[in-house]
């Protein structure tokens, strides 16, 4: 892997859509994790402004701490980077006050979950409306494309995805390329929206690599009958995720009317 050219090229890319689009900069939402540290370190080597946006929901210290001394270290080299901090917390739970009861709270968690990534985006676009940027998605080949592990018009509600053409070990490799900070490498994915320390293989039932693997079968045509054991079980899981989040990938299906009966 070119870690370099491959960074110079998303640089470049990044910088010649924002001057056609004719902003300013970027927003990028920094939750602790290795996909919004990368991003927003690519955004920040255009030298065009960057707002980094920590909105934390009850989320745990760790995560806190991680997306904090990832900016620190942003802003330290990069003079066009700045940061807000905005607690969503309590505008999450007036949310959730005014929303009619549940027999069981465990029937909407979910749903809950989705919210959280929701009032981030709403939190994204609102400072990328006032200061004229671009919403930079967060999200990798893995996750878009294979699994669609994100939120619809959440963290899937972006105006451009810079990473999401890398598989997840190649985020990894360019994060240490870039030599950005040791704990967001070494930390486990996770996408914080629980606000408890479960990770995405606790909630996908497979590795990131596992899902990569699965993903290259998949797109040579193979089925879960060419595969024993754990490789069936993963094979099985993404395709399963594949199938039921394919709604995620493909543009909003339209009622097209007749010309007969217009």
Not at 10 to 31: C, P
Not at 128 to 152: H, M, P, Q, R, S
Not at 163 to 176: C, G
Request: aromatic share 8%; hydrophobic share 35%.
């Amino acid at each position: 892997m070119q870690s370099e050219k491959i960074i110079e090229h998303i640089v470049n890319w990044l910088k010649d859509y924002a001057r056609d689009a004719g902003m300013k900069g970027f927003v990028v939402g920094v939750s602790g994790g290795i996909d919004s540290a990368l991003t927003s370190t690519l955004c920040a080597r255009t030298g065009l402004e960057v707002l980094c946006l920590e909105m934390p929901i009850h989320q745990s210290t760790a995560q806190v701490t991680r997306a904090a001394n990832h900016i620190e270290w942003l802003r330290n080299q990069y003079p066009n980077v700045r940061s807000e901090w905005i607690n969503l917390t309590p505008v999450f739970d007036s949310l959730i006050g005014v929303l009619p009861p549940v027999e069981s709270e465990d029937s909407r968690f979910m749903s809950l979950a989705n919210t959280r990534a929701r009032l981030r985006m709403t939190s994204l676009y609102y400072f990328a409306a006032l200061e004229k940027y671009l919403v930079a998605g967060t999200g990798n080949k893995v996750e878009d494309f294979g699994v669609g592990f994100y939120t619809k018009y959440g963290d899937g509600g972006v105006d451009l995805s810079p990473i999401a053409d890398l598989l997840k070990t190649e985020v990894y490799q360019l994060a240490s390329h870039l030599g950005i900070n040791k704990e967001i490498q070494d930390a486990p994915p996770t996408d914080g929206l629980w606000g408890d320390n479960r990770t995405d293989e606790d909630q996908i039932g497979a590795s990131y690599p596992e899902l990569e693997w699965a993903m290259e079968m998949d797109e040579r045509g193979k089925k879960a009958d060419d595969f024993k054991g754990r490789e069936r079980e993963v094979f099985k899981i993404y395709k399963h995720l594949n199938t039921v989040n394919r709604h995620k990938m493909l543009p909003i299906p339209v009622c097209e009317i007749p010309e007969s009966l217009k």
